[in-house]
Every structure is written in C-alpha cells, then in structure tokens.
C-alpha cells in the first residue's frame, strides 16, 4: 500500500480516505467537504454515514468476515457522527434558519475545527510587566524567530491584558524532503501552533536521519504508526520542515526516553511564533475565548474565590492577576500532576494569592463544622464571593482536530458530571456572588441545556449580562427564551469565512478588521454568567 499523505493546506475540503483504509493518493485527491465529524474520520461525506449504516444492516454471515475491531469502531463513529447531526439540525435551529443555511453553518464548523485558529494569543502578566513592555519585547522575538519578517503584534480593545500574534498560512509551496518523521496527533496539533517538535512526540523517522538533517515532519492523525519505526505507509498530514537536533538511534536509544528537543521548525506549514522559554514570566499561551472567561467573572481584590477545575492554570493565575495577588484564589484538581504544574506556574508568574489542592470537585461540599486552620476542601457553604466552573467536557470545539476518537457513551458521559459539579458549586456559592460556567465544546447538551436545567434546579439562580461580550448568542435547541441566549456567549468558528493568511494580505488588512477576524476565528467554546440572589 502506498503512502497516503495530505498537506494541512487541503483538510478543509477533506481528507478523503475511504472508510475502508485504501490509499488514496496525493493531495489533489482530497477535493470533497467532510459531513459532520466524517471528516476527523477520514470518510466521503457519501460513503461515511451510508458505509456505517450498511455495515449495522450485514447479515451475521457477512459481519464474522470483518473484524470485531473494525465493526466497533465503524458503528462508534456512525453514533456519534448521527448524535452531532441531531444537535446542528435540531428544530429550534432549522425554524430559525432553515435547512440549508443550518447546514452551511455545520460543514462550516467543521472545516474550521481542522485548522488552527487565525491568531496565536498570549495573555501579558500584568502582575510584573505592562502590556506595552511586553509588546515590544515580543515583536523584537517574533522578528528574530521569523528573521526579519514583518508580522504585528496587536492589542485588543477590550481585552486588554492580551496579545494577539496573525498566523501565516496555510503554506502550499513548501517542498517536501525525502527523510520524514512522523509525530502523534497531539505533538501534531501543537506544532500547527507553532511548538517545536520533543522527542517524547516522535513516533517514527526514516532510516538514516541523523542529527542535522533536514527532514518533513507529518502527523499520523489516526495513531496507526508504530513507534520506532523506518517507514509508515498510513494517513498522514504534513506539518512543514525542520531540522533534526538528533540521530535516529538517540531518539529511540534503548537506554531510555529522551525528553529534549526532536526536530527544531524551520518551515511550518502555520507560521507562528514558538513560545518555548520566550518571556515565561510575563506571557500566558491561552485561547481567547478563555482570557474572556476571566474578565466574565470579573474578581475582585481581597476576595474568596473558587477554580473548581483549574488545571492546567491559565484562568486560576489570570484570576489572581486580575485581583492584584490580592485576596484567596482556591484552585482544585483531582489530578495531583496537574495541581503540581499549577503550583510551578503561579511560581513562575510570582503570583502569591493561589492556593492549589488535589480534590474532587464532586466532594468539595463539607456539611459538618471545619476546623478553623483548614485551608482546603471540602469547605462550607457559601464560602466563596465568586465561583469559576470551566468543567471537563468533551472538547468538540479545541482547534485544530482532524480526528475524533471519543465514543458516544464517552461523549455524553460529561454532562451529569457537570451537572454533579455545578451543583456543589451552587452551594459553595455566596448569597449575591457570581458564578460563572464554561466549556470548550460544541454540544447542546453540554452548554445551553446545561443552562435550560440550571435555571429549572436552582431558582436561586439568574442569568446575568457578560462583559465583555465578544462571542456570538447561545444556539437555539435546548428551549431557552431568546433574551436568554442573548445574555449567553458562543464562540462559533463558523461565524467567519475560512481564509488563510499571507504576508500580503497582512500588510493590506486593516488593524479593526483583523481583531474582528480574531474574535471569531478562535477555538468553539461557551459561557455563562450565573448570579446567586439573597435567600429570603
């Protein structure tokens, strides 16, 4: 079987690899749009929902003839591309819309959910340094990363804690080179943002690279390679170029694992800075529609406030920012490498006001009396003046994914947890505090019925505006009123037009309608801003 690979360049109009694991071919073969997730499962939009369809309608006679891995994993996807088809075309949506412009919308989030976002964002540690330092610092880097290049670096008019890098690219004129490594689809996803390559991420390379070679990085965005080795003949997506900082027998060295750098980018396909060891004390990487969320709960100093799930730090450090290092900021983690690494970044970003646990959620609610030297949880209720739940989901709308994998028990298994936490955080919540709920998905049932059930379970309870609202209203489907959604925020890649970037178009672009374009061209998420009213 031949190699079957497809530059990033051509994801939006799909990957076309039949669901039966033939070779396709080059690039030029990937012309047709993906339905639903067909395209994170490399299927033809008329080949995928009808193949798995076929595949339940076998006789048992014709099923013992497939194997039982292929049989599951074929209906697993059927499930769930069926599930997220019912949540776009719900009829809330197609009343509103009507069919046709409902499913533009769809195969648009789609598309968009494959590539990176249009910005690189950075969050500025106002704690030790102003925005403007900051940004002439790192405008002085991002011209010595890209040497020379002329790319801004621009503030946002109502974020202003945050930095905003354009991203270059797609690239379709790199030229490919005869040694190839292969990463994983994680390592993948994170050079597309412009990280380096680390040898942990290194799956495979050709035979004879050695340290300095020049070598075409791709992804095996179904996990078919196995590790060490010289050739891969699967589904691959390439990444760009780079220079390989070690030998073949280092990177696989049988005395153990490495964990430096792999393969140095010299020509991604995404032209973005890398910020490995670049100002780590005074910039944050984080998505934007997560910078928002911070601002949303709007913390003030000397308060008590609660990041139920805080991992891996960036909202919980941007809290305590935004209170100054003043008051209580308690961040909880029922991973204790995850709360390690939030305790080295409040460290790193000198922030003193964090205090970091290993707990579950679920059990942070205490009904009996604490001693008054305990710190941690479980607490009291209302103990806190403000309550930030960005709860564990299915994370449909992180960008870029162009594989799937999730099951659908797994995907619908979030939202009675969610509902578990957000319980307890309703108790822990002060009388006329704030609470503020998000999620880094796409689904209904994990944002606005989320919402529909709150406001029915806890009459306490009051929707309240957000500010900043830069994202769009919450979707229709889960029986909100309209001046309800309105008081929602939606981030929906699909609100903008796909478009690459060049150097060009840069310099042409006006500085409103590139922060426009960042607003929208950013990963799915969603939120909501909760008041609790004074108990009678």
């Known amino acids: 079987m031949s190699a079957t690979s497809c530059p990033i360049s051509s994801v939006p109009r799909g990957l076309s690899v039949p669901w039966w694991g033939g070779s396709i071919g080059a ?29 339940l309608m076998l006789p048992n006679k014709a099923l013992k003839f497939l194997p039982m ?14 599930y997220l088809t019912k949540v776009f075309r719900n009829n809330e949506l197609i009343t509103a819309l009507g069919t046709q412009e409902a499913e533009k919308k769809y195969q648009s989030l789609l598309s968009h959910l494959s590539h990176p976002p249009a910005f690189t964002t950075v969050r500025v540690n106002t704690h030790l340094a102003s925005v403007k330092h900051v940004k002439k610092l790192l405008f002085e880097e991002i011209q010595k990363q890209f040497k020379g290049l002329c ?6 008019p109502k974020l202003q804690d945050i930095l905003l890098i354009p991203v270059i690219g797609p690239r379709r004129d790199l030229k490919k080179h005869p040694c190839e490594v292969i990463v994983g689809a994680q390592c993948g996803y994170a050079v597309l943002r412009g990280a380096h390559v680390y040898v942990p991420g290194i799956v495979s390379t050709s035979r004879f690279v050695k340290a300095g070679d020049l070598v075409s990085v791709y992804s095996d965005i179904e996990g078919k390679c196995k590790r060490g080795a010289k050739e891969f003949d699967g589904v691959k997506v390439f990444l760009g170029n780079g220079i390989s900082e070690l030998s073949r027998s280092e990177i696989f060295s049988s005395s153990g694992q490495l964990k430096g750098l792999g393969i140095r980018m010299i020509e991604p396909v995404y032209l973005s800075p890398s910020f490995d060891n670049v100002l780590s004390s005074h910039l944050f990487l984080q998505n934007l529609p997560s910078v928002v969320v911070s601002h949303i709960l709007n913390p003030q100093p000397g308060e008590k406030i609660l990041d139920m799930c805080a991992a891996p730090g960036g909202k919980t450090t941007h809290l305590a920012a935004l209170m100054h290092d003043q008051g209580e900021v308690i961040a909880m983690d029922k991973i204790a490498n995850k709360i390690k690494k939030i305790k080295q970044n409040a460290e790193l970003l000198q922030l003193n006001c964090i205090k970091a646990f290993c707990y579950d959620g679920t ?9 008054d030297k305990q710190e941690g949880p479980p607490f009291l209720p209302e103990s806190f003046d403000r309550i930030l739940l960005d709860a564990p989901c299915s994370g449909m709308g992180q960008r870029p994914n162009m594989v799937y994998s999730s099951t659908l028990k797994e995907v619908t298994s979030y939202q009675p947890l969610q509902r578990k936490l957000f319980t307890v955080a309703v108790k822990l919540l002060k009388p006329g505090g704030v609470l503020v709920y998000s999620t880094c998905t796409i689904t209904l049932s994990e944002n606005e019925e989320q919402v529909a059930w709150a406001l029915k379970t806890f009459p306490c309870l009051q929707l309240h505006p957000q500010e900043p609202h830069i994202g769009g209203e919450g979707m229709k489907g889960a029986g909100l009123s309209l001046d309800q959604l309105k008081l929602l925020q939606r981030f929906d890649p699909s609100a903008v037009t796909l478009q690459g970037m060049d150097i060009n178009s840069l310099q042409d672009s006006r500085e409103d309608d590139l922060i426009s374009l960042a607003n929208k061209d950013c990963i799915g998420f969603f939120i909501a801003k909760f008041i609790k009213l004074n108990s009678k």
């Open 151 to 156: 790319v801004p670096v621009l503030e946002h």
């Open 363 to 371: 059990k942070a609610l205490s009904e009996e009396k604490r001693e």
């Open 27 to 55: 690039a030029a073969a990937c012309p047709a749009p993906m339905v639903t997730l067909q395209r994170h499962f490399l299927l033809h939009p008329e080949e995928a929902g009808p193949a798995a369809r076929a595949l």
């Open 69 to 82: 891995k292929l049989c599951l994993c074929l209906i697993s996807k059927y499930e769930v591309e069926e």
